[in-house]
């Protein structure tokens, strides 16, 4: 069974433009979370999709942005990149429920230049 | 509101020894789920184990054990006989009920645990 894939694996941007990141779950998995995690913060909750819906939100500006397709894939946007922006991206897929571990994929590296 | 505290920073250890990682929660949730997720240099987080508010059986799985306290509010893990091969950063994660189901994790700093041969 195919793990959590995401693409690309390294992005090197300049401030100021836009970037999108795809996350593909685990077949069945239909939740999709997404983190970020930075030398400083560590690991941040940025948002969580189900069934095409954005159940929950962590405390980013509204440059983060994503969405989850039919298919459970998920895309988040980041927009106006900021150097702060530099970070490991990790996405995790889950089955639906509390009583479920979320597994992840490898992360997309940013560098906000 | 919810938090997780990893106290230890970075563990270093010799081969074969044993290590103990800790970690307190805080939460106001009645029922709540606890995680353990290694990050090896790779970057991906390799779920551990997974414990429920409800279930305070501690867990042997090879080398690995869990302690959990809801009285101290801890969450241990400890490895047995530790190999090169566990150097990586660990991270104890929470998940609380928020109302409602949700996936949200939130995570300690996590501990880097380097074993040297």
């Known amino acids: 069974k195919a793990g959590v894939t995401q693409t690309p694996r390294y992005l090197i941007k300049t401030r100021g433009q836009q970037v999108t990141l795809s996350c593909s779950p685990i077949?069945?998995?239909?939740?999709v979370s997404w983190y970020q995690q930075t030398p400083g913060q560590g690991l941040q909750f940025l948002f969580e999709y189900f069934s095409e819906t954005q159940r929950n939100k962590g405390n980013f500006p509204g440059r983060f942005s994503g969405r989850q397709f039919s298919n459970s894939r998920s895309e988040m946007n980041v927009s106006t990149l900021e150097l702060g922006d530099s970070a490991l991206y990790l996405c995790a897929s889950s089955l639906r429920g509390e009583n479920t571990e979320a597994f992840f994929g490898q992360g997309t590296r940013l560098t906000v230049v | 509101a919810q938090k997780v505290t990893q106290a230890q920073t970075e563990i270093s250890v010799v081969e074969k020894e044993d290590v103990t990682l800790d970690c307190v929660y805080e939460?106001?949730?009645?029922?709540?789920?606890l995680f353990w997720y290694k990050q090896p240099p790779s970057g991906e987080l390799v779920f551990l184990i997974r414990?429920?508010?409800?279930?305070?059986q501690n867990e042997i799985s090879g080398r690995y054990s869990w302690n959990f306290q809801k009285s101290t509010s801890s969450f241990n893990f400890t490895i047995t006989a530790s190999q090169v091969v566990d150097s990586a950063v660990y991270f104890c994660a929470l998940k609380g009920n928020y109302g409602g189901a949700t996936n949200k994790l939130i995570f300690g700093t996590g501990t880097l645990l380097a074993v040297q041969p």
């Open positions: 414990r429920n508010s409800f279930d305070e």
């Open positions: 939460t106001r949730d009645t029922t709540y789920y």
């Open positions: 077949s069945g998995h239909r939740s």
